[in-house]
């Protein structure tokens, strides 16, 4: 302490905000949206039900949500000119970072997001147009890295259907929707709908803070997701695993060198600022993991690498010391890859399926007036000093 400054890096112990979106228990493993249990969220809900439940605070009447996935498909197509700035991007560009950039670009197609105070009614259709837009920019970075035809999405598709549309129709063949897949799409988005204060979601509000448009404190939380210690990790397990199988599927191995001071790898997928005991999440997808896999009738070693390595982990006292568990991203990888989605797209879905968190909590931020966000510091560098002319130097 130095006057009135706390030092909490990493806000470990820092409340940054009141908000009455999404509940987490860690100790726990407790998670709930505006009340409801994600257990029963990814069982009986939709993801855009699930969407219209963080954003608006309810669960919609039937007409109320087919009026907004109507909405969100009037809106799925993107702006003219978006198309050629994609186009100027290399076919090797990270997704993740043309997703940022497509995503800030919408304050220019549509400058009347800009203004800091708008009616509710433009709220609602900057929001809309984000969530509809989202899955076809995914969809369409995609295509571009694979230097593939653009899909247009389809006014007749829900919106995960569509998005499995635009991914992998051709013009010559549209892709077969599967069930199976649509199902595993809608829970794995479902659970990363949201997760309170998070990285990303603490960056859209530090951003939003400020009267930041909504199209730029979102592309701010997308560029906090990218990172590997946060959303980054889901496309690093995978990563992790396949070079584990590459190495004879030798997990004591791994488990070692992730425990290694000296050595930075560390076993991806695991460990979690908040959940202590596991992540409530991350049970739901092992679980979804097998029987989805099966339904697909796909067989992929790496999930047995990945259930070894648990395993391995919740017996070795470095983990259970540290409370190291899996989390929401030690699994998903496995299921995006079934449904064939390449390794570089997964922090992507990751950051379609935290769209609706992140517009909750910057239209929350909005409604309470919060002020901006501006943090102190503990000054460490150099005391007071006089200007040395530059030939009075050495
Ligand atoms: C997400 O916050 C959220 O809610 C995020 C998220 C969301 O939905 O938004 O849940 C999504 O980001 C999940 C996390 C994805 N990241 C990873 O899987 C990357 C691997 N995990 C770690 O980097 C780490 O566990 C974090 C980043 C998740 C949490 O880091 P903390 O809370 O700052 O913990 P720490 O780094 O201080 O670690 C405490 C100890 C340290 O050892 P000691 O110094 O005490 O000896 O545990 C060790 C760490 O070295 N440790 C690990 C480890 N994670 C922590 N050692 C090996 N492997 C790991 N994965």
């Not at 569509?162 to 595993?184: C, K, R, W």
């Not at 030798?250 to 050595?263: F, G, P, V």
């Not at 648990?310 to 470095?318: K, M, N, R, V």
């Not at 931020?365 to 009075?392: A, M």
Request: aromatic share 10%; hydrophobic share 35%; charged share 20%.
């Amino acid at each position: 302490k130095t006057g009135f400054v706390t030092l909490d890096s990493g806000y470990k112990n820092t409340g940054a905000t009141t908000s009455a979106i999404t509940f987490l228990d860690g100790e726990e493993g407790i998670l709930h949206y505006r009340g409801y249990p994600i257990e029963q969220l990814a069982e009986n809900s939709s993801f855009i039900e699930v969407a219209y439940l963080l954003i608006y605070g309810e669960l919609p009447s039937q007409a109320q949500l087919d009026g907004f996935s109507s909405q969100l498909s009037q809106h799925s197509r993107l702006p003219q000119g978006l198309e050629n700035i994609l186009a100027g991007f290399p076919a090797n560009a990270h997704p993740m970072g043309i997703l940022s950039a497509l995503v800030s670009s919408l304050t220019a197609f549509y400058p009347e997001s800009v203004e800091p105070n708008q009616t509710k009614e433009q709220i609602a259709l900057n929001i809309t147009r984000l969530i509809a837009q989202i899955s076809t920019i995914a969809a369409w970075v995609y295509k571009h890295g694979r230097g593939e035809q653009l899909i247009q999405p389809k006014a007749n598709l829900d919106y995960c259907s569509n998005f499995l549309h635009m991914m992998f129709s051709t013009p010559e063949q549209d892709y077969e929707i599967n069930p199976v897949v649509v199902d595993a799409l809608n829970k794995l988005l479902i659970l990363h709908a949201d997760h309170e204060q998070n990285c990303s979601t603490s960056t859209v509000r530090l951003v939003g803070s400020s009267q930041a448009s909504l199209y730029s404190s979102i592309s701010a939380g997308i560029n906090a997701l990218w990172g590997p210690l946060h959303g980054g990790a889901n496309q690093e397990v995978i990563e992790m695993l396949e070079a584990i199988k590459q190495d004879g599927g030798n997990s004591e191995k791994w488990l070692e060198k992730a425990k290694d001071k000296n050595d930075p790898f560390r076993l991806m997928g695991f460990g979690h600022r908040v959940y202590k005991n596991f992540d409530p999440r991350a049970k739901i997808i092992k679980a979804a993991c097998d029987n989805i896999l099966n339904n697909l009738g796909v067989n992929d070693p790496t999930l047995n690498i990945a259930k070894e390595l648990e395993q391995a982990a919740l017996q070795d006292s470095y983990f259970v010391d540290r409370k190291l568990y899996p989390n929401v991203d030690f699994y998903s990888g496995i299921i995006y890859k079934a449904i064939g989605l390449p390794n570089e797209m997964f922090t992507v879905m990751f950051a379609i399926g935290r769209m609706p968190g992140w517009i909750a909590q910057w239209k929350e931020l909005r409604e309470n007036k919060e002020p901006i966000g501006r943090p102190r510091q503990i000054y460490t560098g150099q005391s007071v000093r006089d200007y040395t002319p530059i030939n009075n130097r050495n």
